[in-house]
T-cell receptor
Framework: KNEVEQSPQNLTAQEGEFITINCSYSVGISALHWLQQHPGGGIVSLFMLSSGKKKHGRLIATINIQEKHSSLHITASHPRDSAVYICAVRYGGNQFYFGTGTSLTVIP | DGGITQSPKYLFRKEGQNVTLSCEQNLNHDAMYWYRQDPGQGLRLIYYSQIVNDFQKGDIAEGYSVSREKKESFPLTVTSAQKNPTAFYLC?????WGEGPNFGDGTRLSIL
């Protein structure tokens, strides 16, 4: 069964804290995406990974293919980072499977 | 600006009624998708289309129908056969099937 598990489900942090969100998947994938869903519901793509590490501003995403695990890190968190972060994986058949999301709240 | 437009943002359905959710994209993407989002669950694929005049069922197609008569448009009809239609519906598109999709802002459907 193709499964994507995220942890934690909910996360509350103080402004400035370093944040880590985790994603594990069950079988080999062709790509992994990190998505951000704002309170209004719209989703934007943050990263696409097939190996290694990517950085964009205060966001860093890593993937370990052997361990079937990816992490999304946010450095110096800010209230505007408050959103739901979703991990999505693409298997060989090209369909995406989505995690249930991590709801992040950053308190000033 | 290029993007995906979903309308309406909020929609209410009466029992036994069909409703249609609109999705338009001006990104010149071949592939389009409809996903359903429920609390505590990941997005689930309803239908997808890889090219104009072609579409395929996803994991939860029962009670839904789509058409793809134009490249830029992929409307979703929620029929009266869908017994639990209350959810958040997201339309997406990508250059080709399987590439990272761009998402619309979603339509929230509720039952009256």
């Amino acid at each position: 069964k193709n499964e994507v598990e995220q942890s934690p489900q909910n996360l509350t942090a103080q402004e400035g804290e370093f944040i880590t969100i985790n994603c594990s998947y069950s079988v080999g994938i062709s790509a992994l995406h990190w998505l951000q869903q704002h309170p209004g519901g719209g989703i934007v793509s943050l990263f696409m990974l097939s190996s290694g590490k990517k950085k964009h501003g205060r966001l860093i995403a890593t993937i370990n293919i052997q361990e079937k695990h990816s992490s999304l890190h946010i450095t110096a968190s800010h209230p505007r980072d408050s959103a739901v972060y979703i991990c999505a994986v693409r298997y060989g058949g090209n369909q995406f499977y989505f995690g249930t999301g991590t709801s992040l709240t950053v308190i000033p | 600006d290029g993007g995906i437009t979903q309308s309406p943002k909020y929609l209410f359905r009466k029992e036994g009624q069909n409703v249609t959710l609109s999705c338009e994209q001006n990104l010149n993407h071949d592939a389009m998708y409809w996903y359903r989002q429920d609390p505590g669950q990941g997005l689930r694929l309803i239908y997808y289309s890889q090219i104009v005049n072609d579409f395929q069922k996803g994991d939860i197609a029962e009670g839904y129908s789509v058409s793809r008569e134009k490249k830029e448009s992929f409307p979703l009809t929620v029929t009266s056969a869908q017994k639990n239609p209350t959810a958040f519906y997201l339309c997406a598109s990508s250059i080709v099937w399987g590439e990272g999709p761009n998402f619309g802002d979603g339509t929230r459907l509720s039952i009256l």
